[in-house]
């Protein structure tokens, strides 16, 4: 009788051995067989600029006194004659969420808002301002037109990409402007234009290229 309560406990326990043996070898493979997650990559909110300034109109009412108040174009002069404060030739974009326009905008200029000997075609400038206790300022003057702007996660400034042009050289540069120590700040050159060069700027040559665009953009008065 001992016996058999023996071998039958025996049997009991090999089974429940086998059972939980089974069930972490079915976990083991189960977990084992997931393809680990691969990392998503970040959203980029792209907003693209391709401003015709023969359509071009203010919508926020105080357009016409910011240009005024810097003083940059003639308030004597009325309708689309040149040098008017008209949207024919300023278009406004808010610089960021965080302040109203009237503190705080990007101003692009149409090229034939000035007389520019040197260049083959008319060239637009954009204007970066800020209000600082009270008075209008700019802290940045490209010699360029902005084309797009890309949301930058933590802050409430974009990345600005801004495309300058050398009609002598008959070359152009798309290049990447962040937010730091309170005006924008070049980041990179990610396409070039040139006889060597057509479209985006290969990974491995961008801090070689954006070294040299820098110095291009330096020296031939395209930043200020």
């Known amino acids: 009788m001992t016996d058999r309560r023996i071998s039958k406990g025996w049997i009991v326990g090999l089974g429940l051995s086998l059972f939980f043996a089974g069930l972490f ?5 189960q977990k084992s067989s997931k393809k680990p997650k691969e990392p998503l990559d970040p959203v980029i909110t792209v907003e693209k600029f391709d401003i015709d300034f023969r359509n071009n ?32 030739f300023f278009h406004f974009i808010p610089l960021t969420s ?6 705080a905008f990007i101003l692009l ?4 808002a000035f007389a520019d000997p040197e260049a083959k075609f008319p060239i637009r400038r954009t204007l970066i301002f800020e209000r600082e206790r009270g008075v209008l300022t700019a802290v940045n003057k490209f010699k360029g037109n902005i084309i797009e702007r890309r949301k930058v996660e ?4 974009d990345d600005i990409v801004i495309r300058f042009r050398l009609d002598q050289y008959s070359e152009s540069y798309h290049v990447v402007y962040s ?13 070039l234009n040139s006889f060597y060069n057509k479209g985006k700027v290969r ?11 820098q110095k291009i953009l330096v020296e031939e008065n395209l930043v200020f």
Not at 179 to 191: A, G, S
């Open 109 to 112: 200029i149409n090229g034939l």
């Open 25 to 29: 070898l079915y976990y083991f493979t």
């Open 98 to 103: 965080s302040k109203p326009l009237k503190d």
């Open 57 to 88: 109109v203010f919508d926020d009412g105080i357009e016409v006194s910011l240009l005024k108040e810097l003083r940059i174009c003639d308030s004597s002069k009325v309708g689309d004659n040149m040098g008017a404060c008209s949207p024919k």
């Open 179 to 191: 937010w730091k120590n309170n005006r924008y700040q070049f980041n990179r050159c990610e396409e």
């Open 203 to 213: 990974p491995e040559l961008v801090d070689s290229v954006s070294k040299e665009v």
């Open 154 to 157: 933590g802050s409430n400034y």
